[in-house]
């Protein structure tokens, strides 16, 4: 999956706030770690890069700049500015930026352009997986199975999205937990995941699927068998039934009054 790196100049709220409800795997990098930046960058595909530029002093902050634009020749370059140096953007698109908000840009707007520029780099393709007969679309976050739809929430979203890209293999708790960790920014426990599951399954079971855990391995999603049906021998069960009637009609049953006459 494709990687945000975020770098900032100065510590602020502003990362927090922006990729709260994110599905994107981000990356938080301070400025004056430039070098571990480009040595992680070696590992992921980088598809979009947020300098958060918010310093006084934007010479300093030029130069950087055109360092992660010769490091990420083909990642965008989203630029968030301090409020008095906003006169100053076309420095930084000059500088090879894509883009650039000021700070004081409210935080849904700031997160509908990230938004923007990744759908923008993911192409025209629905952003959605298929399984069997049934269709996860994780942008509206509703599964799509026959004439049935069902609405999951953000989190149930992510964790059936790692279920389906995985499903040919078993994740143990601490990996589901990992990975929510990293799509979230949010640490997940591991010993949650029973509970992040159980959530799920209660939604996708009335559509024949289940998140199954299975000992020693870990999870994995089947599809929910339904239960066999009891067949019973009904021709035997019919002629015993004739039988009993038989023996009513004998005289062995019949009432003391027509046995002694």
């Keep these: 999956m494709n990687s945000v790196f975020w770098i900032r100049t100065a510590k602020s709220n502003l990362f927090n706030e922006a990729t709260r409800n994110q599905s994107h795997i981000f ?149 589901i937990a990992k990975s929510l960790t990293l799509l979230t920014n949010y640490p997940a426990k591991p010993e949650l995941v029973r509970l992040y599951v159980h959530r799920v399954n209660r939604k996708i079971e009335t559509i024949n699927f289940v998140i199954k855990n299975k000992r020693n391995f870990g999870y994995k999603l089947e599809l929910l068998n339904p239960a066999p049906a009891i067949k019973t021998n009904l021709s035997g069960f019919h002629a015993l039934s004739i039988q009993w009637h038989g023996i009513y009609r004998s005289n062995l049953l019949q009432s003391p009054r027509n046995k002694f006459q």
Excluded: W
Aim: hydrophobic share 45%.
């Design 27 to 175: 990356r938080l990098f301070e400025a004056d770690q430039i070098d571990k930046i480009f040595s992680t960058s070696a590992k992921e595909i980088v598809s979009l890069v947020v300098f958060e530029a918010i310093s006084r002093f934007p010479i300093s902050e030029l130069n950087i700049l055109r360092e992660i634009v010769r490091k990420f020749p083909k990642a965008m370059i989203l630029v968030i500015l301090a409020s008095q140096v906003k006169n100053q953007g076309v420095l930084f698109l000059d500088a090879g930026a894509d883009r650039y908000l000021c700070n004081e840009s409210s935080v849904r707007l700031i997160t509908a352009m990230i938004n923007s520029l990744m759908n923008r780099i993911a192409g025209p393709s629905v952003n959605s997986i298929d399984y069997k007969s049934l269709r996860l679309e994780e942008r509206s976050q509703t599964i799509f199975h026959k004439d049935a739809r069902v609405h999951l929430t953000h989190q149930e979203t992510l964790l059936l999205g790692l279920m389906l890209k995985s499903r040919t293999k078993y994740l143990s708790s601490i990996e």
